[in-house]
């Protein structure tokens, strides 16, 4: 009795060691993505994303595809109509400092992907 009382006290008193922080990599994103803008809605995505107005700053560059066939490499991504039927759905935030990773939108397709380091 004395030693599972000594036990409990000893896990009580113990440190929870944090959960391994898992980290979203931004380059394997890619076909259909759905942007989701409900906050309601947030827990339900894969990563939270923030739309970079300048190029320089964007971690990925996107180029959206007519086509979800062609969105098959990283930057190539299909405006999907429903998060039912996306691959990704990703929220989008206003708010740099809560994103994940940022994105910016580019009209040249040879140009979409990550950005390297």
Same mark, same amino acid.
């Given at each position: 009795?004395?030693?599972?009382?000594?036990?409990?006290?000893?896990?009580?008193?113990? /440190?929870?060691? /944090?959960?391994?922080?898992?980290?979203?990599? /931004?380059? &394997?994103?890619?076909? %259909?993505?759905?942007?989701?803008?409900?906050?309601?809605?947030?827990?339900?995505?894969?990563?939270?994303?923030?739309?970079?107005?300048?190029?320089?700053?964007?971690?990925?560059?996107? #180029?959206?595809?007519?086509? &979800?066939?062609?969105?098959? &490499?990283?930057?190539?991504? #299909? /405006?999907?109509?429903?998060?039912?039927?996306?691959? #990704?759905?990703?929220?989008?935030?206003?708010?740099?400092?809560?994103?994940?990773? %940022?994105?910016? #939108?580019?009209?040249?397709?040879?140009?979409?992907?990550? &950005?390297?380091?």
């Amino acid at each position: 009795m004395f030693f599972s009382f000594l036990l409990t006290a000893l896990l009580a008193l113990r /440190p929870a060691s /944090p959960a391994p922080a898992t980290s979203i990599e /931004p380059c &394997k994103v890619y076909g %259909s993505v759905y942007l989701e803008t409900d906050p309601r809605l947030r827990s339900n995505c894969f990563a939270t994303v923030y739309i970079e107005p300048e190029e320089a700053f964007a971690d990925v560059l996107v #180029y959206q595809e007519n086509n &979800k066939l062609f969105a098959d &490499k990283a930057g190539l991504w #299909y /405006p999907a109509e429903n998060r039912q039927f996306a691959d #990704y759905n990703l929220f989008v935030t206003s708010d740099r400092n809560l994103a994940e990773f %940022s994105i910016h #939108y580019i009209k040249v397709r040879s140009f979409a992907g990550c &950005k390297t380091n």
